[in-house]
C-alpha cells in the first residue's frame, strides 16, 4: 500500500505549495515574516531539546547513541514546527472571522507550511548523514545545498508538466490522473536517484520528494495563469485522496506504543506551546503588532493536520528501525493538537473581537414587525401587503431620500448612515422580518452582516443587484431574490402548479399558508396528531434551527420551531393564538 501512501503525500504537498499566494500575503509581510522567524525558531528549538530530554523515556529510542538521538530529535523537532491551514481557513469560514489578526495567523500558517518541508528535506539530510555515521562537515552542508538545488530544479520541471496537463482541454478526472501520477513519479524517480549515487557515485543524494511537489505548487500557483484550474482540480479530487491517507495512517497506529508513549505525547504537547507562545510573543513585539493579539495569538497556531501527519509517515519510510514507532508518537500528539487547536482558535478570535458569528434573535414578542430598507413603491407596496396579513412594517432609508415624494409616508424612518449605531435608533432587536430593496448590493449587504451579526433576525430577504453577489448574500442566510429570473420562476410556476402557486402568493380567497413560531411552553415536545387545530388546518412543514422537517403525524414540536400551515385566514389565526405563550 505504499504507492497509495506516496501518491496522498505528493498530493498533500502540492496543495501546501499552491496554498502560497504571494499576492495575498504583500500588505502584511513584515509582520508575517517576523511572526514566522519566531515560531520557526522557538518552536524547532524547544521541540528538539524537550524530545532530547525526555529521549531515556522513550522506549524504542532510549538505547540509540547520542548522536543518532540528536538526529531523531532535530526530525522531531522540524515536524512540531507544522500547523494546519486547512484547519485555520475552515475556523475562519466558519466565524466569518475579518481582520488584521486572522490575516496574519493566515498568512503566517500558510508559508509555515512551505518552511517546515524546506527544514524537513535539510534536517533529514542531515540526520541520515548522522546515522550513516558522517562527521557534520561543509561536505555535508554542500551535499545538502546539491540536494535542495535539485529539488528545485525538479519542482520547476514538475510544475511546467502539470501546467501542461491543465491546459489540456479534457475531462478533469484525466487532469487530475495525469497529476497524481506525476506527484508518485517524483518518488520513483528520487528513489531511483538515491539507489544510482549510492551504487556508482561517491555521493550519495537523499532529494526529498516532498519538496518537490510543494515547489511545483507554489511555482503553479504564482507563476502563470492555472493557479484556479490547480485549485479547482485539487479541490474535486481532495475527499478520496484524504480518505485514503488519513486511513492508512490509522491503520499505522501501533497501540501498544501509544499506551506506552502517552505521557510523552503530552509533555511533548508542553513543550511546543512553550515555543509557539514565546515565538508568536517575540515576533509580534518586533514587528510592532498590538499588545492584546500579541498575547492571544499563539492560540491560532496549536492546531497540526495533513502536513505533520504526511511527515510523519515520511520519517516512518525513511527510518524503518525506529520510524514507524516514532510516527505513531507524533500521530498522537497531532490528534492532540487538532483536538485543542480549534478551540482556541475560536476563543482568540472572540477575544480581539474578529469573530463574526451570527447573533442570537431575539424571542418573538407577540408581534410581526417587518423593516424594510430601501424607498420605493416596491418597498412601500410590499408594507400595504404585509400590513394587510397581520404585520407591523416600517420603511427605513438614509437621510437623502427624505426630500422625494414617498419619504411623506407615515411609516418612513430615516438614519444617517448604514452603520451598526444608525441601525440601532430603529428597534431592529424587535424585528421578525428584514427585507432590503436598496439600488447597490454592497449597500443590501452592509445592512444584512449587521443584522446578522448583531440581531440573528431569521427571515432577511434581499432584491438582488448583480448575480455575482448571490454567494455573498447565501452564505449569511440571507433569502434572495433576482428581479432578472423571478418572473421566468413565477411563470413557470403557474404553469407547472397553478392551485399551489396561486396559493403561495395569497390569490385564494379562502386558503392562505403562513409560518407561525411555537412560543407556549404547554406545546413543548407535543406530537402534531396530539394538537387540537382546526379542522380546515394542514400542517406542511418545521423549520428547526435552519433545518426543514416535512410534517407527519408523529412529529413533535418543540419551543421556537417555525411552522408552516396552511387553512383559511380564520383558522390560522386561531393556531397563531393556540401557539403563542
Excluded at 485514503?244 to 504537547?269: D, P
Excluded at 402557486?501 to 407556549?520: A, H, K, R, Y
Aim: hydrophobic share 50%; net charge neutral; glycine share 8%.
Amino acid at each position: 500500500m505504499r504507492f497509495i501512501d506516496e501518491i496522498a503525500l505528493a498530493f498533500i504537498a502540492l496543495v501546501a505549495g499552491s496554498e502560497l499566494y504571494l499576492k495575498e500575503l504583500q500588505t502584511r509581510i513584515r509582520s508575517i515574516a517576523w511572526v514566522t522567524v519566531g515560531l520557526v525558531v522557538c518552536t524547532f528549538v524547544l521541540g528538539s531539546l524537550g524530545t532530547l530530554f525526555l529521549m531515556n523515556f522513550i522506549p524504542f529510542l532510549r538505547d540509540l547513541s547520542a548522536t543518532n538521538q540528536i538526529a531523531v530529535s532535530i526530525i522531531t523537532g522540524t515536524i512540531l514546527v507544522a500547523r494546519s491551514p486547512s484547519s485555520a481557513i475552515a475556523i475562519i469560514n466558519e466565524l466569518r472571522a475579518k481582520g488584521p489578526f486572522t490575516q496574519l495567523v493566515l498568512g503566517v500558517t500558510v508559508i509555515m507550511d512551505v518552511v517546515v518541508i524546506i527544514m524537513f528535506a535539510t534536517n533529514k539530510s542531515i540526520a541520515l548523514a548522522l546515522f550513516d555515521d558522517k562527521k557534520i562537515e561543509l561536505t555535508v552542508f554542500g551535499t545538502v545545498a546539491l540536494e535542495l538545488s535539485l529539488a528545485l530544479l525538479l519542482g520547476v520541471l514538475l510544475a511546467e508538466l502539470i501546467r501542461q496537463y491543465l491546459s489540456l482541454q479534457t475531462h478533469l478526472l484525466i487532469k487530475s490522473a495525469l497529476t497524481l501520477a506525476s506527484g508518485y513519479g517524483i518518488f520513483l524517480l528520487t528513489r531511483a536517484t538515491y539507489s544510482l549515487t549510492q551504487d556508482y557515485f561517491p555521493l550519495t543524494l537523499h532529494i526529498e520528494p516532498l519538496l518537490v511537489c510543494l515547489i511545483a505548487g507554489f511555482s503553479v500557483t504564482n507563476f502563470g495563469r492555472y493557479r484556479k484550474d490547480l485549485k479547482s482540480l485539487t479541490s474535486q479530487v481532495s475527499l478520496p485522496i484524504y480518505i485514503a491517507f488519513f486511513t492508512l495512517v490509522g491503520t499505522s497506529l501501533n497501540l501498544n506504543i501509544l499506551r506506552e508513549t502517552w505521557l510523552i505525547a503530552l509533555a511533548l504537547f508542553g513543550f511546543r506551546l512553550g515555543g509557539i507562545m514565546l515565538g508568536t510573543f517575540v515576533g509580534g513585539v518586533i514587528s510592532r503588532e498590538p499588545a492584546l493579539h500579541n498575547r492571544v495569538r499563539w492560540m491560532g497556531f496549536v492546531t497540526q493536520a495533513g502536513i505533520a501527519l504526511g511527515l510523519a509517515r515520511e520519517t516512518a519510510n525513511s527510518f524503518p528501525t525506529f520510524g514507524p514507532d516514532l510516527a505513531t508518537l507524533i500521530i498522537s500528539l497531532v490528534i492532540l493538537n487538532e483536538l485543542v487547536g480549534p478551540i482556541f482558535f475560536k476563543v482568540s478570535l472572540g477575544i480581539v473581537g474578529e469573530s463574526r458569528v451570527r447573533a442570537n434573535p431575539n424571542a418573538f414578542d407577540g408581534s410581526k414587525d417587518v423593516v424594510i430598507f430601501g424607498l420605493d413603491r416596491q418597498g412601500i407596496a410590499l408594507a400595504n401587503n404585509l400590513e394587510a396579513h397581520g404585520w407591523k412594517a416600517k420603511i427605513t432609508g438614509l437621510e437623502n431620500d427624505q426630500g422625494t415624494e414617498l419619504a411623506t409616508d407615515t411609516r418612513f424612518q430615516s438614519i444617517k448612515a448604514l452603520d451598526k449605531i444608525s441601525l440601532s435608533t430603529i428597534n431592529l432587536e424587535g424585528a421578525d422580518a428584514v427585507v432590503c430593496l436598496f439600488p447597490s448590493d454592497e449597500e443590501s449587504l452592509k445592512v444584512c452582516e449587521i443584522v446578522y451579526e448583531e440581531y440573528g433576525t431569521d427571515t432577511v430577504v434581499v432584491r438582488l443587484v448583480d448575480q455575482k453577489n448571490y454567494k455573498r448574500f447565501e452564505q449569511i442566510n440571507v433569502s434572495v431574490v433576482d428581479p432578472t429570473t423571478a418572473g421566468v420562476q413565477l411563470l413557470e410556476e403557474y404553469v407547472r402548479n397553478p392551485s399551489a402557486t396561486s396559493l403561495l402568493l395569497g390569490l385564494s380567497d379562502n386558503q392562505d399558508i403562513v409560518e407561525l413560531e411555537l412560543l407556549d411552553p404547554a406545546l413543548n415536545g407535543i406530537a402534531l396528531r396530539n394538537l387540537r387545530l382546526p379542522l380546515d388546518v394542514l400542517v406542511l412543514s418545521i423549520r428547526r434551527q435552519g433545518t426543514l422537517i416535512f410534517a407527519q403525524g408523529s412529529t413533535r414540536i418543540y419551543l421556537g420551531d417555525r411552522i408552516t400551515v396552511m387553512g383559511a385566514p380564520v383558522s390560522t389565526k386561531q393556531v397563531n393564538d393556540l401557539f403563542l405563550a
